[in-house]
């Protein structure tokens, strides 16, 4: 059963441009969240998704993000403009909640790079 | 505010010792996760600890959920290169799917 994905797994832009992060969830999961991790600050929730409807945005730092999940298999992060404080890795996880065990499912992370 | 500390941040040790790491918070948790997280990777599940004193063992790592559900600890016995990595922990509240998550530990161990 194939885990959570996620492309590009590198990315290397120039500040100003535009990013676009993709994910797919473990199939039947119904919750995908996205998270940036570094160095200084650790793994950070951006934002988190139930049944494709956006829950929890809070995390979100500035209106240069955004994140849309059209269906239940593939979800986007987008920064625009990019700036060289937004070079982190990006992880996107799913969870199941028929369980109630809140366990979540990572995906290898996208490590951007923005110069 | 809700926060997990882990302690110790970083531990280098030599294989075959024993180490334990802790998390503590001041809240009460519905369940808690130990994820382990290797380089250039997405951290993995280890165990979910549900029940107040509940210890789970996975081979040489075994994990204890504290009694008032507000602290865990995982030890490992004789630990192995293979060990190495940054061990998170992460808890969860009751129909609230945003975990709260620890600073992490990194552990290196040294063949």
């Known amino acids: 059963d194939a885990g959570v994905i996620q492309s590009p797994r590198h990315e290397v832009t120039e500040m100003g441009q535009e990013v676009t992060l993709r994910c797919k969830p473990i199939?039947?999961?119904?919750?995908l969240f996205w998270y940036r991790q570094t160095m200084m600050r650790g793994l950070e929730l951006l934002i988190y998704?139930?049944?494709?409807?956006?829950?929890?945005d809070s995390g979100m730092p500035e209106d240069r993000f955004s994140a849309k999940m059209p269906n239940a298999s593939f979800s986007t992060l987008k920064i625009q403009p990019s700036e060289p404080r937004d070079s982190a890795v990006y992880f996107c996880?799913?969870?199941?909640?028929?369980?109630?065990?809140?366990?979540?499912?990572f995906g290898p992370g996208t490590r951007l790079t923005v110069t | 505010t809700q926060l997990l500390e882990q302690s110790p941040q970083f531990l280098s040790i030599q294989e075959g010792e024993n180490l334990t790491v802790y998390c503590n918070s001041s809240?009460?948790?519905?369940?808690l996760q130990w994820y382990r997280q290797e380089p250039g990777e997405g951290p993995v599940l280890l165990v979910t600890?549900?029940?107040g004193g509940e210890v789970k063992k996975l081979k040489r790592l075994t994990f204890q959920f504290g009694d008032a559900r507000k602290d865990s600890s995982l030890h490992i016995t004789a630990a192995q290169p293979g060990d190495t990595g940054l061990y998170l922990c992460?808890?969860?509240?009751?129909?609230?799917?945003?975990?709260?998550w620890g600073a992490g530990t990194k552990l290196i161990i040294k063949p």
């Open positions: 996880a799913s969870s199941f909640d028929g369980y109630r065990t809140y366990e979540q499912y």
């Open positions: 199939s039947g999961h119904d919750y």
């Open positions: 998704f139930n049944n494709n409807v956006p829950i929890d």
């Open positions: 809240s009460v948790f519905s369940s």
């Open positions: 600890v549900v029940t």
């Open positions: 992460a808890g969860a509240k009751d129909s609230n799917y945003q975990l709260i």
